[in-house]
């Protein structure tokens, strides 16, 4: 499975299509992948286990976010002002 999902990533193009955000304007899909990622990421941490199946989470939303805004996120994440649960 690891593999699959391995294989998928590397061949990664853009967001696939998402029902829950049908709409033209892809912020609140940026933002949930950007949230999902990091908790995945936590969650896989605390287990132990391997964080290679949180990135295409990661792939996501660095294809729909804007770099500025990611950016700003991982300084509030730093500082301790994220707004969102993670």
């Keep these: 499975m690891a593999e699959d999902i ?3 990533i590397k061949n990664y193009k ?12 892809q912020t609140r899909h940026c933002w949930q992948n950007y949230l999902e990622f990091h908790r995945c990421e936590k969650a896989m941490a605390a287990k ?10 990661q792939c996501v939303y660095k294809s729909l976010c804007p770099v500025s805004w990611v950016s700003a996120w991982h300084d509030r994440r730093a ?4 707004p969102g649960k993670i």
């Design 6 to 8: 391995k294989n998928k």
């Design 14 to 25: 853009t967001a696939p299509f998402d029902s829950h955000f049908p709409k033209q304007n």
């Design 48 to 57: 132990g286990g391997d964080i290679a199946v949180c990135e295409g989470y």
């Design 79 to 82: 500082e301790g002002t994220f």
